[in-house]
């Protein structure tokens, strides 16, 4: 009998890898006898790297960068397949979390740490990059990013702009000779979701800038800036971001990534997943456990849990999904192959006090309720 363990993150509780573990726990108590694979995954956003080092079996490293508002943070990133692809963060480098909420201004906020984290991936010698890259503080196009690859950013009087997104409204030119073109040899595939466009009403500085600090003034301003910035990188690269769905990913970095880096955007769940090898585990399956920490009708669409089940139903595979808590729209899971729920909180309680103890104790709650319904299922 195999089973098959292949939860997101419960997020302020558990990693991906964690919450396989823990659920692997009560499988292995419930039945012995099983034959019980591990595949944290993710779905582009906080995880993705702890997700694919785990399931791939891979390393984790380590290095200094630049932070979204200046000084220094350790970021952490995987290698795995031998060492030939290499797992980022943005979030690591550039993410909100890394500013107190005082001091969030997407004008300022910059890049500049994810393509020193970037850069050192490449010289691990590999050959391709999955990079996610949500939770950003920024709001500058990748502009910080292209600034620590090489690229220089240079105003009508040929000085370099400083560091954030309003710099760019005097941006002139892009110097493009100090880019080690040992970039062109290798893939970047990003891992996002976002289908906003760079510029607009629908664009990275309209929707996602309060969310980082931008007033209404802010908001006019980074948008302005990061449209000078798609005139400058269709003049000087050649290519056009301004409406690429999905440029406006994580500041406008998606646009950057794709003009400095040639960088594709892809769906994240299927990306991560393809990665983690879980097709080939699937197979032979006699259950998926899948779960993450609020399922709701996001789960069924564009999340990982959502996508795994759907690969299972596909395969002829039963699927339990394990939950901290409902949330509307979580029925529509069973179109998706999700053959049976189990919460961890009360029913009627999604966020009420009890749900508060389980998040802080998640994951032996997580291997008991794995274990009960895998008695009942198998």
Known sequence: ?????????????????????????GVREARPEADVVEIPVADGGEGTVDALASAKKGTYLSVEVEGPLGGSVRATYGLIDAGSTGVVELASASGLTLIPAEKRDPRKT?????????????????????????????????????????????????????????????????????????????????????????????????????????????????????????????????????????????????????AFLGARLVPGAPLVVDASGFDAALSGASLLITGEGRVDAQTAYGKAPGEVAKRARAAGVPVLLLAGSKGPGW????????????????????????????????????????????????
């Open 110 to 258: 910059s890049t500049y740490g994810f393509g020193q984290l970037l850069d050192a991936v490449r010289r691990q010698g590999v050959g391709q990059i999955i990079a996610g890259i949500g939770g950003s503080a920024t709001n500058d196009g990748g502009a910080g990013m292209a600034q620590a690859l090489g690229y220089r950013l240079l105003d009508a009087s040929g000085h370099d702009l400083s560091r954030g997104g309003a710099a760019l409204a005097r941006l002139d030119r892009i110097d493009t000779s100090g880019f080690d073109p040992a970039w062109r040899s290798i893939s970047v595939m990003v891992a996002s979701d976002v289908t906003n466009p760079l510029v607009g009403p629908q664009g990275a500085s309209h929707i996602y800038g309060p969310q980082k600090g931008a007033d209404d003034e802010a908001v006019r301003e980074l948008d302005q800036a990061l449209a000078r910035l798609a005139e400058v990188i269709e003049r000087d690269l050649k290519k056009k971001v301004a409406d690429i769905p999905g440029a406006g990913a994580a500041g406008g970095a998606g646009a950057g990534l794709i």
């Open 1 to 25: 009998m195999k089973v098959v363990v292949a939860p997101n993150s419960f997020k302020g509780s558990l990693s991906a890898s964690q919450a396989a573990a823990a659920i692997a726990r």
């Open 331 to 378: 029925e529509s899971l069973s179109s998706m192959g999700v053959d049976s729920i189990v919460t961890l909180a009360e029913e009627g309680d999604p966020g009420g006090h009890n749900l508060q103890v389980l998040m802080h104790d998640a994951a032996p709650e997580l291997t008991r309720a794995a274990a009960r319904a895998v008695q009942e299922l198998l």
